[in-house]
């Protein structure tokens, strides 16, 4: 019989070494490194073989699960999928048991439910229960981490499990505390393998590192069919859960909720709430007609720049990515003419939201010039357009919801590219200003230095 054989792999890239290391050769980064028992091999004359069928003999039959949690159903691609493995991240506190205990409540009405805690007692889990009004729900609850118990435990007609978190589990075979990266591999893989047998849907949640990715090896995250972060600021009432990864739906869709004193509730129309209490005439705020997922969110991008004191001037960023904000400073003092460097820049994207797509340069770009001029931008102006290394505006995607968006929420004008202009002729209650570059647009706004 082979025995098992102990190998040292990285947290965060994966890589595999025969010895510990302080520090990652692939990734570089320290204190990753940990030890990691990979089993009893097999023996091969005990492999059986395969049976192969053609691709057309198997049929798509995806049942989806709806838990009449709008936000939630949205984010997984119109709800859950049996036998599928969603990992959910976040920060301590920001929602993530509130959250998948309120869906369980919702779902528990038609199928059976299952909530295993390894970090809370059950008294702890009820008073939440009650706060949520789910207390007299039919989710069954467990406290346990020993995942071969709780595996052994289950039902084979079991609909939804809730496994919070998966760092507290513990596999009797691997010899390690739990959290380490073997014990996480060996419960995820048990868990994997339970859902695909019975056709259970499997929440897992997951911790997050200080830079806020899910803690334990980057691997886990690939075993998973579903990676979902939920996010926010505790002192901010609202959340936002981010799909990063989707077998069964589209990827980076967004659903909003607001937390109340009964718990989370979906935000029907984001766009409104993300534009409240928004002040008129005031330099430096421009209105960004975005798309995140599978519809259209306006968000206001809010600048300020103001004479700096230090030998670099700070630059600032909330909400977008910092390395773009350098390109599109670069491109307004090489093309407009128009000097940051004596000043310091803070950009922030207003509720928390957090931008990727290009398609923010403009509106980024004309609340700098906002602010740096002195000019208020109208409030009832928006904009969106990707902006290039030589000034030039270029196109986006799905221009046409962007401003349906925009003229449903009041707006009078929109500034967007004009390789975009061939849509020009559908709309009669909104004014499109198409520009090439960024000087025409400051030249529409006369926006000068």
């Known amino acids: 019989m082979a025995k098992s054989e102990k190998m040292f792999r990285c947290g965060e890239c994966g890589a595999r070494y025969p010895k510990w290391l302080g520090k990652c050769e692939d990734c570089g980064q320290w204190n990753t490194v940990a030890e990691e028992v990979l089993g009893l091999g097999k023996n091969a004359s005990n492999i059986l073989r395969l049976e192969f069928q053609n691709l057309s003999y198997f049929q798509e039959k995806i ?3 709806l838990s009449d949690i709008g936000e939630f159903d949205r984010v997984l691609g119109g709800g859950a999928v049996p036998g599928s493995v969603i990992l959910i991240g976040g920060d301590p506190g ?4 509130t959250l998948l205990l309120q869906v369980l409540a919702a779902l528990s009405q038609e199928y059976n439910c299952v909530y295993i805690s390894g970090e809370e007692s059950a008294d702890q889990i009820c008073l939440r229960a009650n706060r949520l009004r789910a207390g007299d729900s039919g989710v069954k609850l467990a406290c346990e981490t020993d995942v071969s118990l709780i595996i052994n435990s289950l039902d ?17 075979s691997i010899e390690s505390i739990p959290g380490t990266i073997s014990q996480v591999r060996a419960c995820a893989h048990e868990l994997i393998s339970f859902a695909k047998t019975t ?22 995250e690939h075993m998973v069919d579903t990676v979902l972060y939920f996010e926010g600021e505790r002192s901010n009432a609202y959340r936002i859960l981010r799909a990063v990864k989707n077998r069964y739906g589209p990827c980076d869709e967004l ?12 935000v029907l129309n984001p766009s409104v ?3 409240t209490q928004r002040a008129e005439n005031v330099p430096g705020t421009v209105v960004f007609a975005g798309i995140e997922g599978s519809r259209p969110l306006l968000a206001e991008a809010q600048a300020l720049v103001s004479k700096s004191y230090f030998t670099s001037p700070r630059r600032t960023v909330v ?18 003419k128009i000097l940051f460097s004596d000043r310091d820049v803070y950009l922030n994207i207003v509720g928390g939201l957090k931008i990727t797509e290009p398609a923010c340069d403009l509106a980024a770009a004309l609340s700098l010039l906002s602010a740096k001029s002195g000019m208020a931008i109208s409030r009832e102006m928006c904009a969106f357009g990707e902006i290039g290394l030589t000034g030039e505006i270029r196109s986006v995607s799905r221009c046409s919801e962007r401003i349906k968006e925009a003229e449903k929420l009041g707006f009078k004008s929109v500034i967007f590219p004009y390789s975009n202009n061939l849509l020009k002729d559908n709309f ?22």
């Open 63 to 65: 049942d989806r699960k």
């Open 94 to 97: 920001i929602g993530k048991s």
């Open 156 to 172: 084979n007609d079991i609909d939804f499990l809730v496994i919070d978190s998966i760092q507290t589990l513990q596999s009797s």
């Open 199 to 220: 056709g259970a849907t499997v929440f897992l949640v997951g911790h997050v590192t200080k830079d806020g990715a899910i803690a334990g090896p980057k691997v886990l």
């Open 255 to 266: 659903g909003i909720f607001e937390m109340q004193q009964c718990g989370l509730v979906s």
């Open 273 to 275: 709430l993300f534009l």
């Open 319 to 336: 909400g977008w990515d910092l390395n773009r904000l350098f390109t599109i400073l670069a491109v307004m003092e090489s093309k407009c």
């Open 428 to 449: 009669s209650n909104i004014e499109l200003i198409a520009v090439k570059t960024l000087v025409d647009a400051m030249a529409i706004l006369e926006i000068v230095n």
